[in-house]
């Protein structure tokens, strides 16, 4: 297996943890409001139950995970946002270079974070299009995130505030259940997106494809996306995820694989400092989560 980091280092304005310090401070605040002096406790609890429900999400039948409770949401920014969110630029500068050109070939650029509600998507494209600003022509981005929990707007829709970024920057949320194409039939706008991105997503919803309405989205998607647009699908190792995921883009049969790995180790890059978030270890007792084995597709629509 590869063991990958950025060739290297990062030089940002402000890194993921700088930035997730920032969004925990606020769930934090709203957690504690609601479990007052249990809050530390209770995030301890959801992130275990929060661990325990991703190691069933291979099994069949399982509960689609509920983010609405504040503690929750924070349990799942403060372990997985930072590195997911890393992971998303390291495997974004790896596409770029198979590419050999620019991945956002145009001043204004539009992305869609399928199942982006937690951000590690939108940092992640947010940190690749600082970085490589010298090489790419982005100014202006449009974002949209599209997620079941409603919760997640407060968290994510105004990071342009909390970002320090040469760019114009506008976020988007929609409410997007993919079990119910009521949520998303009448929406066209995250179809003109330039890149898609997945992740820790098909993991989250593939047990749920029983009735096939979940295939009605990928259809949609991938007819529906421009041609030249690229999608980003990043999940766990695990082979029936991927398996899943390879057979309802292959079936589309009008995208093409770019750059492709599976179950390889990676780690946040060297400018990534988890000690940004020293206080809410201490508080909680234990580390955000540094280093996954992760699989990955990067795709772009060829007809």
Request: charged share 25%; glycine share 6%; aromatic share 14%.
């Amino acid at each position: 297996m590869l063991f990958f980091v950025p060739s290297k280092p990062v030089v940002n304005k402000m890194t993921l943890f700088e930035l997730v310090k920032i969004v925990l401070d606020e769930l934090y605040i709203e957690a504690k409001d609601l479990y007052k002096d249990k809050v530390d406790d209770v995030i301890k609890s959801k992130i275990s139950d929060l661990a325990e429900a991703y190691g069933r999400l291979a099994l069949p039948s399982h509960q689609p995970i509920d983010y609405k409770d504040p503690a929750t949401r924070f349990a799942y920014v403060y372990k997985y946002v930072p590195a997911h969110g890393d992971y998303i630029f390291q495997i974004l500068r790896l596409a770029r270079t198979e590419l050999g050109k620019p991945i956002f070939s145009s001043g204004d650029t539009r992305i869609t974070c399928i199942g982006g509600g937690p951000g590690s998507d939108l940092i992640g494209v947010l940190k690749y299009i600082d970085f490589m600003s010298g090489s790419e022509p982005t100014k202006a981005v449009t974002a949209y995130l599209l997620d079941r929990e409603q919760a997640w707007a407060d968290t994510w829709t105004e990071v342009n505030a909390k970002l320090d970024l040469d760019i114009k920057f506008h976020s988007v949320f929609q409410p997007l259940d993919v079990t119910r194409p009521t949520t998303w039939e009448s929406q066209k706008k995250f179809l003109q997106a330039d890149l898609f991105t997945l992740s820790y997503f098909v993991s989250e919803v593939m047990d749920l494809d029983s009735d096939g309405k979940i295939s009605q989205f990928w259809e949609t998607l991938f007819s529906g996306a421009k041609v030249g647009a690229y999608l980003l699908y990043v999940d766990n190792g695990h082979t029936v995820f991927t398996s899943y995921f390879d057979k309802k883009w292959e079936a589309a049969g009008n995208w093409e694989c770019i750059d492709y790995d599976d179950n390889v180790r990676f780690i946040p890059g060297g400018s990534e400092q988890a000690s940004e978030l020293t206080e809410y270890k201490t508080k909680i007792g234990q580390m955000s989560k540094i280093q996954g084995y992760i699989t990955h597709r990067f795709l772009k629509k060829i007809k």
